[in-house]
């Protein structure tokens, strides 16, 4: 194993580092990329160090394992892990102080912080002249950003219990409102956004293209909402609760994580994602402006987007790369449960992120006018 360093960074505990760290553990031990100077590329290869942020626990472990050793490997420059709850507030911390110790993050569009630091200029412009030529064509443009790029996607869906429903369960968020043919306590979660979502596609707005939620819309949600609230015998908030609530038999369908919902099939639990109407978000990789390692972090995202090594990340972490070109590395029983398999591709709902973090007439974005709503509406 290639000499490792490990920084820990203290910060609030979250969610999102909950639920990406805890899957990957769960899941069969992929491929290691096979790692040779010739798999490395004369223009990846290099010395010194990276540093490279992640959420820790397995998550890290595995990315350690399945990419980071692979790449010294093939390279020759050592990658430093560095772990915190969230990315944003210490990237912004560090590029404030003028001191940036870290050279790669992943970062949530979705966070306010985020588009702070694009404005600001916090992030270097990704290098894609270094990529090969089966990383450009399976990454999408969509992907492909100037000082972004994405590193994998997380969904929540709905899953249910197969015990509970042995001639067949439902199929999309319109049999999920169905009490008489689907009949049962549901779970759903806090996260706002998603509860917005699910309610749209049930009562039959289309998740074709990318979504902005107007107004009209939110009254629409919250009523439709509404009519499944007395049915919902849980408000999930820990990433791990809605697949042990239906272990348990007190759910009989949920909103769940995807890589919670993976984790637990791969382990023989007898579970069914539905992707119909689920809720994709992209979580980024960037190079951080003013880092010491900008050359070698260039070259690792360029290392993580080869199909192989995409595919090791994607059986490692329980999350999807990009790559499409991934899947014929991926394990034919595998393939069907991730968001970028085709099928499930074409069911899922993206946000249109930016109208999301666009200012209101009285200066809150729409999604803290949204989650103003949500919240609101379950004071009531």
């Not at 959420?55 to 093939?74: C, H, I, M, Q, W």
């Not at 009523?223 to 609530?245: F, H, R």
Request: charged letters at 20%.
């Amino acid at each position: 194993m290639s000499e490792q360093v490990s920084r820990k960074l203290p910060g609030r505990r979250v969610s999102r580092r909950s639920v990406l760290q805890s899957s990957a553990a769960l899941l069969s031990a992929p491929f290691v990329a096979k790692a040779t100077a010739a798999f490395g590329q004369e223009k990846l290869a290099g010395n010194g160090e990276v540093v490279v942020y992640s959420y820790g626990g397995s998550f890290t472990e595995n990315l350690r394992k399945y990419v980071s050793d692979p790449f010294t490997k093939a390279t020759g420059i050592k990658v430093v892990d560095v772990t915190a709850d969230l990315a944003e507030p210490q990237v912004k911390a560090m590029n404030q102080a003028g001191r940036v110790d870290w050279d790669i993050a992943l970062v949530s569009p979705l966070v306010p912080a985020y588009l702070d630091l694009h404005q600001a200029g916090a992030f270097v412009s990704i290098d894609y002249s270094l990529w090969d030529d089966e990383a450009l064509t399976g990454v999408a443009e969509s992907a492909r950003h100037t000082d972004v790029v994405v590193a994998f996607q997380n969904s929540i869906l709905q899953v249910y219990d197969e015990r509970a429903f042995p001639k067949g369960g439902p199929k999309n968020w319109t049999d999920f409102w169905n009490i008489k043919e689907f009949p049962g306590p549901r779970g759903l979660g806090v996260a706002y956004l998603a509860n917005i979502v699910f309610p749209l596609v049930a009562d039959g707005v289309t998740h074709k293209g990318l979504w902005r939620v107007t107004d009209d819309n939110v009254d629409r949600a919250l009523k439709k909402l509404a009519e499944i609230k007395p049915n919902i015998a849980k408000w999930w908030g820990a990433g791990g609760e809605p697949v042990q609530a239906l272990i348990n038999r007190e759910f009989v369908m949920t909103s769940c994580y995807d890589g919670r919902a993976l984790a637990a099939i791969k382990r023989g639990v007898p579970l069914r994602m539905v992707w119909d109407g689920a809720l994709a978000i992209d979580n980024c990789w960037t190079v951080l402006k003013g880092g010491p390692n900008s050359a070698n972090a260039q070259k690792f995202i360029a290392f993580v987007n080869r199909a192989e090594v995409a595919a090791a990340f994607t059986q490692s972490t329980g999350y999807p790369g990009p790559n499409l070109n991934q899947l014929k590395y991926l394990p034919a029983d595998l393939a069907p449960l991730i968001s970028i398999d085709p099928d499930n591709a074409a069911k899922v709902v993206r946000l249109d992120v930016p109208w999301f973090l666009e200012k209101r007439a009285d200066g809150k974005t729409n999604a803290d006018y949204l989650q103003e709503r949500w919240l609101a509406w379950r004071a009531q």
